[in-house]
C-alpha cells in the first residue's frame, strides 16, 4: 500500500502511477497488436505457439525487471528517510545535552552571586533594624522572599 499512498503527502504517489500506467499502455499494446503483427508473417500453428512462449517469457522478464526498479527505489527511499530520522534524534537528543547542560550552568552562575544577595540583604535588615520603618522592612522581607523563589 505505501508504494501508491503516502500518509505524510495524503496523496497518492504519482512516480508509481505513471509507471503503472506506461506498463499497463504498452503490456496491452504489446498483446493486441503483436499477435496481430505475428500472425501476418506466418500460419504455421508450430511457430506461432513457440513465439507465443517467448513474448510471455519477455512479458515475465520486463515484469520482473519493472517490480525489482519498484522495489530497489522504494528501499533506497525509506533507506534515506530512515538516516535522516536517526540524524534528526541525534540532533534532538544532543541539543537536549546541551540545554541541560547550560540550564545547570546557569543555575549555578545565578546562585552564587543570589547566596551573596540575599545573606548581605539579610545583614543589612539585621544591622538597620533599629532606624528601618515598616516600608524599609517590608522591601527587605520582599527582596529576600523573592530570591528564595528562585532555590
Known sequence: MSFFYSREKKSVNTGVLKIILIYMITGGLWI?????IITRFTSNIDVLTRIATAKGWLFILVTSLLLYTL???YAAEKKIIEDELIKAKETAEESDKLKS???AQMSHEIRTPLNVILSYNSFLKEEL????DKEQINAFSAVNSAGRRLF
Open 129 to 132: 533594624a533599629d532606624h528601618l
Open 101 to 103: 547542560e547550560f540550564l
Open 32 to 36: 493486441m497488436f503483436s499477435d496481430y
Open 71 to 73: 522495489i530497489r527505489n
